[in-house]
């Protein structure tokens, strides 16, 4: 199985800072088919997870563009430019490219 | 607009069953590959299982892996999971999901609200 990690896993951030978030797969995420299907989900307190990036950098529908993904291989990164009180929640990198699918186990972000 | 909507949970004694449902709306569901995803209280994100659109392949998590069975019946747009011989830890919420790609091409782009499903003894 693929094991996916983050770094850090609780981000306090000033309103209006930048928070980055790293995430590393244990093995490359490029598929076959020469795509690398690393996501990043969001989950607000309370809510369910709501997908953000696809593709290592693909803004979703209505994502902010402060959220931008970047990365390749088995080293991503996910950026927030400027944090606001609504970005408060969980983030997930989550691998697509081989069964069993698997997580990262989620960064807390939260306003200092 | 893309809409899943979970039912079925509950309070269940362990090695107890559970049908979960997932009604789908607002996309042409039999063209889409679709998923469970659980979350334990306080815990994080644990893919459960996936179907293809004419549920010709199925995929499971080694830890339900003949405990649980995914279906669907696209004539109703809607997803299932059976569970059966519940365990402790088989208590979470359970998120059906549907891949962004059509069959098995990721991400998971919605994704619905949950169902709680809790094992006691």
């Not at chain 2, 590959?33 to 659980?38: F, Q």
Request: proline share 5%.
């Amino acid at each position: 199985d693929i094991v996916m990690t983050q770094t850090p896993l609780s981000s306090p951030v000033t309103l209006g800072q930048p928070a980055s978030i790293s995430c590393r797969s244990s093995q490359s995420l490029v598929h076959s088919n020469g795509n690398t299907y690393l996501s990043w989900l969001q989950q607000r307190p309370g809510q369910p997870p709501r997908l953000l990036i696809y593709r290592i950098s693909h803004r979703f529908s209505g994502v902010p563009d402060r959220f931008s993904g970047s990365g390749a291989g088995t080293d991503f990164t996910l950026k927030i430019s400027r944090v606001e009180a609504e970005d408060v929640g969980v983030y997930y990198c989550m691998q697509g490219t081989q069964f069993p699918l698997t997580f990262g186990p989620g960064t807390k972000v939260d306003i200092k | 607009e893309v809409q899943l909507l979970e039912s079925g949970g509950g309070l269940v004694q362990r090695g107890g069953s559970l049908r979960l449902s997932c009604a789908a709306s607002g996309f042409t569901f039999n063209t889409y590959a679709m998923s469970w995803v659980r979350q334990a209280p306080g815990k994080g994100l644990e893919w459960v299982s996936a179907i293809s659109g004419n549920s010709d392949r199925t995929f499971y998590a080694d830890s339900v892996k003949g405990r649980f069975t995914i279906s669907r019946d696209n004539s109703k747009n809607t997803l299932y999971l059976q569970l059966s011989s519940l365990r402790d830890d088989d208590t979470a919420v359970y998120y059906c999901a549907k891949w962004g790609g059509g069959d098995f091409v990721p991400p998971f782009d919605y994704w619905g609200q949950g169902t709680l499903v809790t094992v006691s003894s």
